[in-house]
């Protein structure tokens, strides 16, 4: 009986530990299924076909809670070949699911399907999924939303709802097709014809009668904006007419709340913010999205906009909408405070912990440039390089390359600082030799190794704002300035306290921005500028970092599905 009792209570003992445990608490299996399809679509008075997810412009959103597991099942039913980035997911040991062609993976190729697993280990907020090939992303992306831990409070009042607003931008043209004709002649594609506010740009002038997205809002309620910058080639400042916003959380990372009524958005970057309805029942506001540029380049000046609207028994369809003072598109005041107001949360409950010892430091310029080409415009093509390396794409999938040894894929030989030194950001005399290399070279590093990385823009060819955005990691943004980066006097003005910590940043014109972070997650991740049209001409690069000490520390095999070349 004795024996039969401590039995009884030890099973029980597991039972409780079991269900109390935060695996069964908290953690789920979500499936999903992303069918590829073209669906015809008429915006800006004007019709074409797109390539979509379950037809579907934004794309589905993801919801789920940190720890879970989410398989997302993609079936190609369109001509292209298809992959699938889930940006901002750390893919801690599962790169094969991390999506950018030919680096992680091949492509999904017409016909054919690949399940995408991960889990959310400790991550919770806003980050989103996109093509990551050719330029399919201008209409295949969505949302992801990670709620906390089932009984995990917000660091903040909890909103009284929450609402996605996905950025974006619109081609009345086949954006494939002005790719294809821009690269053949070596320049850059016109720029898109309007942007969206969740798949709507609101009035234009050549379109009066297009639709705007409505946000209806109750009076006296806060609720909380999970905005994503999902244009392919502009940043972008967002704006509701007479209302502050509580910025809360950047690329699924708590920040120290700050108040502002512009929030400046890069290609790639999320951005949540709290907005108090503090008017009155039947009021209409302005919610704008329009371009920052402060370099001269062309670009799209159609400003999007939707309507928050109040709703109550005194709506009034007359009442006019209170119109957004929107700044100038080249305010780089405007946006040089926002960037300078994040901060980390830095809580007990939220810690940041920030490198203080480099292992690795890293110096890399971001350039344009010009390589000869005889049958482009002037016999030159436009180019761009990470210390004057422009990347070229292999035919195999580099992480495969690695894992399975395959030589003649890529090297190990990414220079750590430019070869040749010189004044980055003055002016470039046009005699100056502007061509870059060429190659598929990648930067190895050791399990766990700590990386700082300055980088530094150029006004070679032309400076402007590069938003950067690293595969696989978070970083510390450790500090930013204008001008060269000075080795000796820089380092002594870094934020190691608190600063803001994300996967996608701004390098200003001008000037740099140095990052922190550990190479704690074994595989092959791509860094790259998240301005798809620098992508394509070639700033980008990859580290390969290899595994640690164990399993634990190692990258797990390729799953049987994993698409071939």
């Keep these: 009986m004795e024996i039969s009792g401590r039995f009884c209570v030890y099973v029980l003992t597991l039972l409780v530990v079991y269900f109390l445990s935060p695996i069964t608490v908290h953690s789920m299996i979500r499936h999903y299924k992303f069918n590829v399809v073209m669906t015809n679509t008429t915006k800006l008075c004007s019709s074409k076909p797109i390539v979509t997810v379950n037809g579907q412009f934004p794309g589905p959103t993801i919801v789920a809670r940190e720890d879970d597991t989410v398989l997302i099942k993609v079936v190609n039913h369109v001509k292209y070949n298809v992959s699938i980035h889930w940006h901002g997911i750390r893919q801690l040991r599962t790169g094969w699911a991390d999506g950018p062609a030919y680096i992680t993976q091949c492509p999904i190729q017409p016909g054919h399907n690949y399940i995408y697993n991960f889990t959310l280990t400790g991550q919770r907020g806003t980050l989103w999924w996109h093509a990551h090939i050719l330029w399919l992303r201008a209409t295949v992306h969505g949302a992801i939303v990670i709620l906390p831990k089932l009984g995990v409070p917000y660091p903040f009042p ?197 490198p203080t010892k480099v292992d690795h430091s890293l110096f890399f310029t971001v350039s344009l440039g010009l390589n000869p080409c005889p049958s482009c415009n002037n016999g030159i093509r436009l180019v761009a390089g990470i210390n004057n390396v422009t990347f070229t794409m292999p035919k195999t999938a580099l992480l495969q390359a690695h894992f399975f040894n395959i030589s003649n894929v890529f090297t190990d030989d990414f220079p750590a600082k430019p070869s040749n030194p010189y004044n980055y950001t003055a002016p470039v005399n046009r005699s100056v030799n502007a061509a870059t290399m060429k190659g598929t070279k990648l930067y190895r590093l050791p399990y766990n190794a700590t990386v700082q990385i300055v980088l530094q823009n150029t006004a070679m060819v032309l400076s402007e704002n590069h938003p950067f955005h690293l595969h696989g990691f978070n970083f510390f943004e450790v500090g930013r300035g204008l001008g060269n980066f000075n080795q000796k006097k820089d380092p002594k003005k870094f934020n190691l306290v608190d600063p803001v910590e994300r996967n996608t940043v701004g390098v200003p014109a001008g000037g740099w921005t140095a990052i922190r972070f550990i190479a704690d997650n074994p595989g092959v991740w791509f860094m790259h500028c998240h301005l798809e049209i620098h992508t394509t001409w070639g700033l980008k690069m990859a580290f390969v970092v290899d595994n640690g000490h164990g399993p634990d520390q190692s990258l797990l095999p390729p799953p049987a599905d994993l698409p071939k070349c």
């Design 158 to 354: 909890k909103p009284y709802k929450e609402k996605t607003i996905i950025l974006g931008e619109w081609w009345k043209s086949d954006v494939e097709e002005l790719i294809n004709e821009a690269s053949n002649i070596g320049t850059a594609p016109i720029a898109s014809d309007s942007h969206t506010i969740n798949g709507h740009s609101g009035p234009v002038s050549n379109c009066p009668s297009q639709s705007g997205y409505g946000l209806p809002v109750r009076p006296g309620k806060t609720y909380m904006l999970r905005i994503i910058n999902a244009a392919l080639n502009e940043e972008l400042f967002f704006k509701i007419a007479g209302h502050e916003l509580t910025v809360v959380e950047v690329d699924a990372v708590y920040t120290k709340p700050f108040k502002t009524d512009t929030v400046l958005i890069a290609p790639g970057q999320t951005t949540n913010v709290l907005l108090t309805a503090n008017a009155n029942a039947g009021s209409k506001y302005m919610v704008a999205a329009t371009t920052f540029m402060d370099a001269p380049i062309s670009f799209d000046n159609v400003t999007a906009t939707a309507i928050l609207h109040y709703i109550g028994h005194t709506v009034s369809q007359s009442r006019k909408t209170v119109l957004a003072s929107l700044p100038p598109q080249n305010a780089t005041w405007v946006a040089t405070k926002f960037t300078r107001s994040l901060r980390s949360l830095n809580s007990r409950e939220y810690p940041t912990r920030v």
